[in-house]
């Protein structure tokens, strides 16, 4: 039986799963073999394509795959992987279970007409990682700061309203399928700061989560719940939550048969523990690897898997202390525990050492913990990087990290390292889903990174257009490619320089406030003086970091004469008129690229006013308005940056441009 | 009859009116003479001093005043005058009416036991400023991010609870009590940000204004009412609140008709217009003396007042621009303005041109218009001087704004140019009403300086002293009067130096940030960079700031060589080593002056230890807590400027010391 097609709400943007880019399959003749809920999923998405474009689906053994333009069929034992091929006038996807039938239709409607045209031999699509991954910072309670979902630019949380699971679960549904279709399989529903309302998810309130799987189930996607290490005290009522307290292992034991007794394909259980405030095993003298093979246990009888994130470190840092270096805390936290963590324990680790910063290196974490399942962690989210409300496309960023080899270039990359990608979610209850029209973009090149990490991200965004303005005329593609393309870097530049990251408004993170973090307990440092800026972080006078590293990148980054100029704040301490490999002073690299990221943006925006008319009005006005702001902002960095270093360093601009 | 004292609910500190500080008066044989609801208060409060110490009150006539220690009698017409003269063996106040006679007991409280001992002819008292008020910034509807009390930090509304006036109103009568004892006579009882539940206030919920109005009285404070200038929009469903309008008119006619109704002897209103976002004339092209005298003439006919703030600037500046002044706004929106408001309108001016910070120079506006009604306003909560968890004793700042002359040494004072004194209050329902149980001291010399302001501040520091920890021994007063006498130069010392301002965190205003508002719109800068600090605001060079004050000051104010020391870098900007009167470098006065700082918040912290077990111990362990925070928080606050400044100037600290 064909699962009918998840309607979304009135006025909710089909991203990139328009009617349109349904158009090439919709009008053919279709077979299907294979039974199974994700094959009526399949079914259901094929039906409807058919019905608007007077094309024809068979579902069964058929009468004879020749007579069909597109053959979808499971043959296999279950699984992601399908092959896809063209002989004879018939496109023909095998997979080997229901979910590499659902990746292999997507994979059709990527290839739009292509798909039907010419011959090739069947090629095989496997995921690279096994889990890709979002986690929602979503809130069921609306925190009268923070909102309902923490660092969330898109509105409220899909999953929760009114204090509870929403009732109306087509917005889900529809969810779901956008994410199947760039490939994600797995969703965290909510934050990892797990609040009192939040910890009850895990018990008494398990029903809710139980609707919100059946609903994201029918497009492949398993549903995994932060929880809070102190469960066994705030719901149990035990007097300790000690990992290695019998009955702590007993009731952590009980409730997750209970979870899986409610949610048969339950994913598990995510947690942050011991960091920024969040209870954790330290309280107990245990260790990280006590704390998540505690939960590894409780899950284990199931598949399920503990994501423990690493995001540990002192967050009550004193500012005048200079040993102290946040960006060494997980490494010298986790590498020790190396080997220590069940099979089923998965560290969850943010891809650079900081917190999610326009520029940062890779974390050294991951290239040295061999014996551990690691997954890599972004944000799509833009809590840094203009929260959707500048146009930052972040798929330039992911492919450096995931192909960043952390032995060196004979070593693995991170995306070999890496056994699954996690993102931040980026979505929310808006129109838009992500605030940022546009946003969107980011959300997709996740997915498909995290299904094909040494993929070119510029070809994954031209997917993306095309999908998404299908049927995509030439200035349509060509324009928002152009605002795209170089979006990550533009943003860059009118922000912090040169890696030295941060230097936003407290709290909020929007805005620029280049003291904002200087003399705060957050270890967020630039020591800008009259002379110089940026954090040593050799080994031979600094803090260390840098050694953290293997070789070469250990002395790579050791040198300022070798470290590469976007990360050189990060690493060194230097003289305002030290000379880049660019052949630019310090001081002077501060105000061209400023000066130059306006600019940038101010093309966007001519660019952007150039395609009104070549697609939905409201989707135009929408971007057309956060340009306006991120203009606005952009100046303001711009004019921030410039004056602060120009009244430090009294060096005066090159060029003669007007600094405030 | 007998007025029953207000019982405060258990825990709630008994502040400036302990029993002990009755005793004097209640072992004595007292006779009352008069009548009328304050003459009854004066009784119930003789009668419960002599119940509890075993003296004896006579109401009436009398059989011959010669038999009685104390005599208090009314005489008059009416007022809040009173003589008191002792002769005879006989003590007697006499009043011109039940609020003098009232003021009178009070007087007599104070004096204690030398109230009834010598001889002394009769002094008459009375007030220099009719109105003594009290602005309270309560809101009815909690604020998710600001609270109750905007600017509160003594706990939640002593009037509003749970989304209404409260229904219990006896800790109002015990504030009442209080404020009479201290000489305030009017309370304005909601925000000067007036909101929208609080709105109504002035139309359907005028009743509940009434129930405290009720609970006031009897201690002589009337009571005030803070209403947006858009209530004939908002409440009238007006399409204009345009002060011209006839229909306008007649709506604040008819709303304030029915509040006379309620209230018979309201005080009038308070209005914030076109400031900080609030409604005004200036949506009419009317001016604020239109706006005002709009509720002056419907306020008229019943003797009430329009209490019209000059809180009016441009708070969305443009930081690049260094020629507006926010200093200059109030002069600059008021002066074209004298003459032409009512009789009945008050110009409500703060003490000094920004915004309450810890060092301010006198507005140029109070001497500058002469055919106004003036109130100056200052700020007993401690927005900008500690939030009450730093002991900051207000008492001189206020005394030296107080005996400020602005037209030279010949002129009048600022006390006497002023018809009225206003504190927004630092008053909640904090057991110890005020947060930091010493900050009581603010209230109760704001209250008495507005009734005397050429009073020496310490004598009434002595006083608050001698009444709160009655009966007081000298180690007590002798300690208590060392933390707080010199408290407010303590804290200018370790926070923004030379009268410079601001450099503290956005938004909540506590613990430093030097360049937390440096690059905002609310045009609060100190334009510090390598060589120098401070603002121009001389005529010569600069904002022309200087020259709105009259001579000598204009002269004073115009020359670095001049200008007090204290307020030099809120007239100049100065290179670091610009030489003091003091004989210091600017750069050398920051770091001494912090190192100072610290070190006299140390040296009260080990005097209050030493006064442990000579007070109510919950009192003590109250303000030991407080200290703790003020000593880290006056650390934090030394050593981020010193660091800031030494990064910014790279001059050395004389004296070696270490500067992180």
Same mark, same amino acid.
């Given at each position: 039986?064909?699962?009918?097609?998840?309607?979304?709400?009135?006025?909710?943007?089909?991203?990139?799963?328009?009617?349109?880019?349904?158009?090439?399959?919709?009008?053919?003749?279709?077979?299907?073999?294979?039974?199974?809920?994700?094959?009526?999923?399949?079914?259901?998405?094929?039906?409807?394509?058919?019905?608007?474009?007077?094309?024809?689906?068979?579902?069964?053994?058929?009468? !004879?795959?020749?007579?069909?333009?597109?053959?979808?069929?499971?043959?296999?034992?279950? /699984?992601?992987?399908? +092959?896809?091929?063209?002989?004879?006038?018939?496109?023909?996807?095998?997979?080997?279970?229901?979910?590499?039938?659902?990746?292999?239709?997507?994979?059709?409607?990527?290839?739009?007409?292509?798909?039907?045209? !010419?011959?090739?031999?069947? =090629?095989?699509?496997?995921?690279?990682?096994?889990?890709?991954?979002?986690?929602?910072?979503?809130?069921?309670?609306?925190?009268?700061?923070?909102?309902?979902?923490?660092?969330?630019?898109?509105?409220?949380?899909?999953?929760?309203?009114?204090?509870?699971?929403?009732?109306?679960?087509?917005?889900?549904?529809?969810?779901?399928?956008?994410?199947?279709?760039?490939?994600?399989?797995?969703?965290?529903?909510?934050?990892?700061?797990?609040?009192?309302?939040?910890?009850?998810?895990? +018990?008494?309130?398990?029903?809710?989560?139980?609707?919100?799987?059946?609903?994201?189930?029918?497009? !492949?996607?398993?549903?995994?719940?932060?929880?809070?290490?102190?469960?066994?005290?705030? *719901? /149990?009522?035990?007097?300790?939550?000690?990992?290695?307290?019998?009955?702590?292992?007993?009731?952590?034991?009980?409730?997750?048969?209970?979870?899986?007794? &409610?949610?048969?394909?339950?994913?598990?259980?995510?947690?942050?523990?011991?960091? #920024?405030?969040?209870?954790? $095993?330290?309280?107990?003298?245990?260790?990280?690897?006590?704390?998540?093979?505690? @939960?590894?246990?409780?899950?284990?009888?199931?598949? !399920?898997?503990?994501?423990?994130?690493?995001?540990?470190?002192?967050?009550?840092?004193?500012?005048?202390?200079?040993?102290?270096?946040?960006?060494?805390?997980?490494?010298?936290?986790?590498?020790?525990?190396?080997?220590?963590?069940?099979? %089923?324990?998965?560290?969850?680790?943010?891809?650079?050492?900081?917190?999610?910063?326009?520029?940062?290196?890779?974390?050294?974490?991951?290239?040295?913990?061999?014996?551990?399942? @690691?997954?890599?962690?972004?944000?799509?989210?833009?809590?840094?990087?203009?929260?959707?409300?500048?146009?930052?496309?972040?798929?330039?960023?992911?492919?450096?990290?995931?192909?960043?080899?952390?032995?060196? $270039?004979?070593?693995?990359?991170?995306?070999?390292?890496?056994?699954?990608?996690?993102?931040?979610?980026?979505?929310?209850?808006?129109?838009?889903?992500?605030?940022?029209?546009?946003?969107?973009?980011?959300?997709?090149?996740?997915?498909?990174?995290?299904?094909?990490?040494?993929?070119?991200?510029?070809?994954?965004?031209?997917?993306?257009?095309? *999908?998404?303005?299908?049927?995509?005329?030439?200035?349509?593609?060509?324009?928002?490619?152009?605002?795209?393309?170089?979006?990550?870097?533009?943003?860059?530049?009118?922000?912090?320089? @040169?890696?030295?990251?941060?230097?936003?408004?407290?709290?909020?993170?929007?805005?620029?406030?280049?003291?904002?973090?200087?003399?705060?307990?957050? /270890?967020?440092?630039?020591?800008?003086?009259?002379?110089?800026?940026?954090?040593?972080?050799?080994?031979?006078?600094?803090?260390?970091?840098?050694?953290?590293?293997?070789?070469?990148?250990?002395?790579?980054?050791?040198?300022?004469?070798?470290?590469?100029?976007?990360?050189? @704040?990060?690493?060194?301490?230097?003289?305002?008129?030290?000379?880049?490999?660019?052949?630019?002073?310090?001081?002077?690299?501060?105000?061209?690229?400023?000066?130059?990221?306006? =600019?940038?943006? #101010? =093309?966007?925006?001519?660019?952007?006013?150039?395609?009104?008319?070549?697609?939905?009005?409201?989707?135009?006005?929408?971007?057309?308005?956060?340009? #306006?702001?991120?203009?606005?902002?952009?100046? &303001?960095?711009?004019?921030?940056? %410039?004056?602060?270093?120009?009244?430090?360093?009294?060096?005066?601009?090159?060029? /003669?441009?007007?600094?405030?």
């Amino acid at each position: 039986m064909p699962l009918p097609v998840p309607v979304p709400p009135d006025g909710v943007d089909p991203a990139w799963l328009p009617p349109a880019a349904f158009r090439p399959l919709g009008s053919r003749r279709i077979l299907i073999r294979g039974s199974g809920p994700l094959v009526d999923t399949v079914h259901g998405e094929v039906a409807e394509a058919c019905a608007r474009s007077e094309g024809r689906v068979v579902r069964g053994p058929g009468p !004879g795959a020749a007579a069909f333009d597109l053959v979808l069929e499971v043959d296999g034992v279950g /699984g992601e992987t399908f +092959t896809c091929g063209r002989r004879d006038g018939t496109t023909t996807v095998t997979a080997l279970g229901g979910a590499g039938l659902l990746y292999g239709l997507f994979h059709v409607v990527r290839l739009g007409e292509e798909a039907f045209s !010419g011959e090739w031999a069947p =090629e095989t699509h496997r995921p690279a990682l096994a889990l890709r991954m979002l986690d929602h910072w979503d809130n069921v309670a609306v925190h009268p700061v923070m909102g309902q979902v923490e660092r969330g630019y898109a509105g409220g949380s899909l999953f929760w309203a009114d204090g509870r699971a929403r009732g109306d679960l087509d917005r889900v549904r529809s969810y779901g399928r956008l994410l199947a279709a760039c490939g994600i399989n797995a969703v965290a529903v909510n934050n990892v700061n797990v609040h009192e309302t939040e910890a009850h998810l895990l +018990t008494d309130r398990i029903g809710e989560v139980a609707a919100i799987a059946a609903a994201l189930r029918p497009y !492949g996607i398993r549903t995994h719940l932060s929880v809070t290490f102190a469960a066994p005290m705030v *719901l /149990g009522g035990l007097p300790t939550a000690d990992p290695l307290d019998p009955a702590v292992r007993a009731w952590w034991a009980e409730a997750t048969r209970r979870v899986y007794e &409610e949610i048969g394909d339950f994913g598990g259980y995510v947690v942050k523990a011991d960091s #920024e405030g969040q209870p954790g $095993p330290f309280a107990y003298g245990r260790s990280h690897a006590d704390g998540a093979n505690l @939960l590894a246990a409780a899950l284990e009888p199931y598949g !399920g898997t503990v994501h423990w994130r690493a995001f540990v470190y002192d967050h009550h840092q004193d500012w005048r202390d200079r040993t102290t270096d946040r960006a060494r805390a997980a490494y010298d936290h986790f590498v020790p525990l190396d080997g220590e963590f069940a099979a %089923n324990a998965v560290l969850q680790v943010k891809h650079g050492p900081m917190d999610f910063q326009v520029r940062e290196p890779v974390s050294p974490l991951i290239g040295a913990v061999p014996r551990t399942r @690691l997954a890599v962690e972004v944000q799509a989210t833009q809590e840094y990087t203009g929260q959707q409300r500048h146009a930052c496309w972040l798929g330039p960023m992911w492919s450096e990290v995931l192909r960043f080899r952390p032995q060196g $270039p004979e070593g693995p990359s991170v995306g070999e390292l890496a056994e699954e990608l996690v993102a931040v979610s980026n979505a929310g209850d808006d129109p838009f889903w992500t605030g940022h029209p546009l946003a969107q973009a980011n959300l997709y090149t996740f997915g498909r990174l995290a299904w094909e990490p040494g993929a070119d991200p510029h070809r994954l965004l031209d997917e993306w257009i095309g *999908l998404t303005f299908a049927p995509v005329a030439r200035p349509t593609a060509d324009g928002v490619r152009a605002v795209l393309d170089g979006s990550w870097r533009t943003y860059e530049k009118y922000t912090a320089p @040169l890696g030295v990251g941060f230097m936003v408004q407290p709290g909020h993170h929007y805005g620029p406030s280049v003291d904002g973090y200087e003399y705060s307990p957050w /270890g967020t440092y630039h020591f800008a003086d009259r002379d110089g800026i940026g954090v040593d972080r050799s080994a031979a006078t600094g803090t260390g970091y840098a050694a953290q590293y293997a070789k070469p990148w250990s002395q790579t980054y050791e040198s300022p004469e070798t470290c590469p100029d976007e990360l050189l @704040l990060f690493f060194h301490h230097v003289p305002y008129g030290h000379v880049l490999h660019s052949g630019r002073t310090v001081i002077q690299h501060i105000y061209d690229s400023h000066f130059e990221g306006v =600019e940038e943006v #101010e =093309e966007a925006v001519r660019m952007w006013a150039s395609l009104a008319g070549l697609m939905d009005p409201a989707r135009h006005a929408r971007v057309a308005e956060r340009y #306006e702001e991120q203009l606005r902002s952009a100046r &303001e960095w711009r004019d921030q940056i %410039n004056s602060y270093f120009f009244r430090k360093s009294g060096v005066p601009d090159e060029r /003669g441009r007007r600094i405030c």
